[in-house]
């Protein structure tokens, strides 16, 4: 099971950092994904990154303002969410995968996602 938390209502130019933590799975043996969901909007790649934490890929939309990282030996996976902007405002869903993509049918286990909200 992934849980993600860390989600939260802040201000346009404010930070955040989102958790995802695994129980009864073993982070390390997966690749690690964000998605993101807006409403009435398709779950849309945010950031994903490999097994050793060595190589990342991102969204244009966030390259520059977002770090996914990881902590195989917390099990757990973050998101550094900075200079945040209205049209980040979704639900963030951590998702594991075998292979380092965007496409959101390589992920084959999901959280249930937290809200971020960043008014303007």
């Known amino acids: 099971q992934l849980q993600a938390s860390g989600g939260g209502l802040v201000q346009a130019g404010d930070s955040l950092r989102l958790s995802c933590a695994a129980s009864?799975?073993?982070?390390?043996?997966?690749?690690m994904g964000w998605f993101r969901q807006a409403p009435g909007k398709e779950r849309d790649f945010v950031a994903t990154?490999?097994?050793?934490?060595?190589?990342?890929y991102y969204a244009d939309s966030v390259k520059g303002r977002f770090t996914i990282s990881r902590d195989n030996a917390k099990n757990t996976v973050y998101l550094q969410m900075n200079s945040l902007k209205p049209e980040d405002t979704a639900v963030y869903y951590c998702?594991?995968?075998?292979?380092?993509?965007?496409?959101?049918?390589?992920?084959?286990?999901w959280g249930q996602g937290t809200q971020v909200t960043v008014s303007s």
């Open positions: 998702a594991a995968g075998n292979t380092l993509e965007s496409y959101s049918g390589s992920y084959y286990y």
């Open positions: 009864g799975r073993t982070v390390s043996n997966h690749v």
């Open positions: 990154i490999n097994r050793s934490g060595g190589s990342t």
